[in-house]
């Protein structure tokens, strides 16, 4: 699958929509920062979607003032489902456009693709009608060797199927027990939990650790989980002291630049 950067479109007179004004009303520029933090997580999230706890839970982490969410249900900037999961009307219209421009993109490459390998099969058709046959001493013709071009490359075509991740249950709970609009690429994320050869105990303990304590993941500055993981930020513990530094700013240059 192609790198998705979470791209979205975006206005750049969002300001003066009626319902951002009201939200500024309600909860000031605060509650705008919260409001366009909560947009990219619903762009990384399955269907644009969200779980209202799971949204909850992100707010707490990224520090939302209090009543901010219930702020942006009630100017309509997000809505619930039946299920009660939250999206935004205005990301689904735009992401609905841009995976249907992807999706006749992909069309157009198939059909490219497959007027292609027409063509080199008729190719090799005609290469092999023209390949010399071997006479036998009776004077019978035998199989040419194109018959057997044609069936190797009918081999070579054939692609074999990509074998399917098998994750440990050591990991799933690491996997699990880390933020999760954070984790990222999970095949990543198992191969660097192999290298580190660390129980799952002491990592879910160390992502606990940075959870309470590490002023950077409390700001919102959270590497994803393979790339914390490959710089071994698992290695350091940080203690209730460190949550009020103020060199916040210098320690997620140094740690999280990638």
């Not at 939250?86 to 992401?95: E, F, G, K, N, V």
């Not at 999706?103 to 023209?130: D, F, L, T």
């Amino acid at each position: 699958m192609a790198k998705d950067a979470f791209w979205f479109r975006h206005d750049s007179n969002a300001r003066s929509d009626p319902k951002m004004i009201k939200l500024l009303r309600l909860g000031g520029q605060s509650a705008i920062g919260s409001f366009w933090c909560t947009v990219e997580v619903l762009r990384e999230s399955d269907g644009y979607e969200i779980g209202r706890e799971d949204l909850e839970e992100i707010g707490f982490q990224m520090r939302f003032p209090d009543g901010v969410i219930d702020h942006m249900l009630d100017c309509g900037l997000l809505k619930t489902t039946t299920s009660g999961s939250i999206y935004s009307d205005s990301l689904l219209r735009r992401m609905s456009a841009l995976d249907e421009l992807r999706e006749k993109r992909s069309e157009a490459g198939r059909k490219g693709a497959k007027v292609k390998w027409q063509s080199y099969g008729k190719a090799i058709a005609n290469a092999s009608q023209s390949h010399d046959t071997t006479i036998a001493e009776d004077g019978n013709c035998i199989a040419s060797d194109g018959d057997q071009s044609r069936s190797d490359q009918s081999k070579k075509e054939k692609k074999k199927p990509r074998a399917r991740a098998e994750y440990t249950d050591e990991f799933e709970q690491v996997w699990n027990t880390y933020p999760k609009h954070r984790r990222g690429d999970k095949r990543k994320a198992f191969s660097e939990f192999k290298r580190t050869k660390q129980t799952a105990e002491l990592i879910c303990e160390r992502i606990k650790n940075h959870e309470q304590f590490n002023p950077n993941w409390i700001n919102g500055y959270i590497k994803e989980f393979h790339r914390w993981l490959a710089g071994d930020l698992w290695q350091t513990e940080f203690s209730p002291s460190d949550v009020g530094r103020n060199d916040t700013r210098r320690m997620m240059q140094v740690q999280y630049d990638d």
